[in-house]
């Protein structure tokens, strides 16, 4: 895979859209061990403390964290036209303290599916590296993805980049 | 192709141009002001036919467009398309980095035990 690696340690977020398959590599990392970052991405009591944007009450519909496993969860908030609720589930393909696998959907968008692998590396000073590589169907639908937000979404973002299109395809 | 999917396609064109190294540091180098193939050629040990290429591909994601009229034919780098593209890159990176802020909290609480602190 190409990808540009960052030498030096970011303290924030690196995201990384890959040019030869359609996937996003996100690099974090923390100051707490591997063990704990672990804990709080396999224990749902924890996850809905930090997974979900603070405008949405995440629930957990059901959640069996194990190789072979599955999961679903629920994002709720009141939208502007009352009451709106995102649902997303997905298979653990496997799951051990230093590595997940697992697929993800939004119920919203059935069709599509994307392959998540955690990576949990330690570092020194008793840091957590956290490696996401996430891979979905074609580079259209990762792209929709990245395009996609929950202020603007994805609509609006595509009719931005049309308008701009054709006021350059004219040169 | 519907028109959202051909937009789609446009996109991940730009995303896919930014991808490379050299491509990245072109547009850096369009940013300043517009520049001819050779002049763009100079910093790197490559062919002009591979500078080429690499416009061709900046070209058709819209990056990138040149002028037909003058002789020189200078790059101009379509920096709206470009700063668009940048942009949902960020705002994808910001949700990520205030999610991971957020787990910075919970990981700053959670004991170095089994179980997570029973809540008060």
Redesign the interface.
Known sequence: MSKTQPAITHPETVITADDEVPAIHIVREFDASPDKVYRAHTDPEILVKWLGPRSVEMEVDFWDCRTGGSYRYLHRRDGDDGAEEYAFHGCFHEVRPDRMVQTFTYEGYPDGVSLETLILEELDGGRTRLTINSIVESFEARDMILASGMETGVVEGYEQLDELLREGGES | MS???A??????QV??A????IRRDMVARLAIGDATVTELAEPYDVSLQAISKHLKILGEA?LV?R?REAQRRPV?L?A??FD?ATK??E???R??????Q???????A?S?TDK?PEES
């Open positions: 028109s959202q999917q937009t789609a396609k446009q996109l991940s995303f896919s930014l991808a490379d190294p819209g467009s002028t101009h379509e709206e398309v668009l949902w890159l705002r994808y990176r949700e990520a980095e205030e999610r991971y957020r787990l910075d909290e919970v990981l700053a959670m170095d997570e």
